[in-house]
């Protein structure tokens, strides 16, 4: 898959662009422009994050954030004597 030279997270610079242009923002508009643009990009990236370390973790074959519990190895019980003084 080529890289993409477009993604999700430039359409709220497009439309900025285009309601700019038409002369569309007031500044109580442009504010919840730019507060509503924000919040999509950064949900959108977080979702894209999720994406890749998800196809990352699945192609190690590993769980992400998480630690496998090693099988039991049989250690030796602890003698009980008494320490040596050199």
Do not use: K
Not at 73 to 83: G, S, Y
Request: net charge negative.
């Amino acid at each position: 898959m080529p890289f993409p030279s477009y993604t999700v997270q430039m359409i709220p610079l497009a439309l900025g662009a285009v309601f700019s242009w038409l002369g569309l923002f007031t500044p109580r508009t442009e504010l919840a422009f730019l507060v509503i643009s924000s919040v999509f990009v950064v949900v959108a990236y977080l979702h894209w994050a999720l994406v890749v370390i998800e196809r990352f973790c699945e192609f190690l074959g590993i769980n992400c954030l998480s630690i496998r519990p090693q099988p039991d190895i049989e250690r030796p019980e602890p003698t009980h004597e008494e320490p040596r003084v050199y």
